[in-house]
């Protein structure tokens, strides 16, 4: 893994296959040497790494702990940024990391070919299709890749008011929507939409109203 020092420089001159040999978990680097080349990526600029506090100083933002993978194109940079998430990957089933570096760099090619669209639902939309078709996968086997989410007690709900994205909060405070824009963007701030432990405490009056959202 290069340093955290290196990684601008990274990012403004490694093209795919360069960013591959620098890549430190030889099952993935195997898997972008096989598909980068089927996806015709070779010489698009591409920073991968499989450490996900790296991926966050290079993205500038924090990402969820619980993906299996990232992809966002950098604008500034004019760089494609691939995270592996080994850690949410469940590597007991075979094609577990093959089936998520295939996904993100489907996002990438949708993002070079002009399609913006998101996931409508992981594992059961044309991205999982297109992984299915590319590496002969089942699609059970593609929403079955990631290890199980361990649930903690939420209370926020909030919504972007761009891509509709939902994230559940345990406490309140201001993020926006980095699907949007990989950068803060206060035209993409979450919106609270339920609170659930006030949802199921008895109505007081006076204060039912008052908005949950944190000023900015």
Partial sequence: MKRLGTVQDDIKSNAAHLAIAAVDDGEVRIHLERYVPLLRLNDEPLWVTTNRPEFERALGRRIGASV????????KRQ???????LARIDRAKRR?????VTEELVHMRDWIDGDRRRH???GHDRIAV?????TGATL???RECLLPVRRRNVRYLYRCPGCQQTIERKRQGIWSCARCSPRFDRRYIFVLER???????????GDQNRSELSPA
């Fill in 130 to 134: 297109r992984v299915s078709e590319l």
């Fill in 195 to 205: 609170d659930f432990k006030r949802e199921t405490m008895p109505e007081e009056s």
């Fill in 96 to 100: 577990a990391v093959e089936l998520v």
């Fill in 140 to 142: 059970e086997e593609i």
């Fill in 79 to 85: 760089c494609h940024l691939i995270l592996i998430n």
């Fill in 68 to 75: 299996g993978g990232a992809y966002v194109y950098h604008p």
């Fill in 120 to 122: 409508a639902r992981h």
